[in-house]
């Protein structure tokens, strides 16, 4: 992963018996408030993820907007994992002691 504008990732691992490749490239890197990349990995064409970090009351909201190239994209798309992502990122905030709250 090299986080910076212009700057590739790829993220390769083994789920259910066979192997997921994520992968793209950044397009905005603000930190500690902003970070856009592209998903390159869909055979529907690049999806745009945005992620904004806001602080609210010394607590952060984390905003989450993917922007699909067109409708059939979403059916095939990530955001169905979504739930599983936030709740692994819940429980590793909580195991390092940050406060966050559910």
């Known amino acids: 992963m090299d986080i910076q ?5 790829r993220l390769t691992f ?3 018996g066979s192997t997921m490749e994520f992968f793209g490239t950044y397009l905005e890197v603000t930190p500690p408030s902003r970070i856009v990349w592209t998903n390159d990995e869909g055979d529907a064409g690049q999806t745009i993820t945005t992620v904004t970090f806001d602080e609210i009351d010394g607590q952060t909201l984390l905003s989450i907007h993917d922007l699909y190239p067109a409708k059939e994209a979403v059916e095939t798309g990530s955001s169905g994992a979504m739930p599983e992502v936030l709740g692994q990122l819940e429980e590793l905030l ?3 002691g940050s406060g966050a709250e559910s």
């Open 5 to 9: 504008v212009g700057g590739q990732y």
């Open 14 to 16: 083994l789920h259910e």
């Open 94 to 96: 909580a195991s390092l």
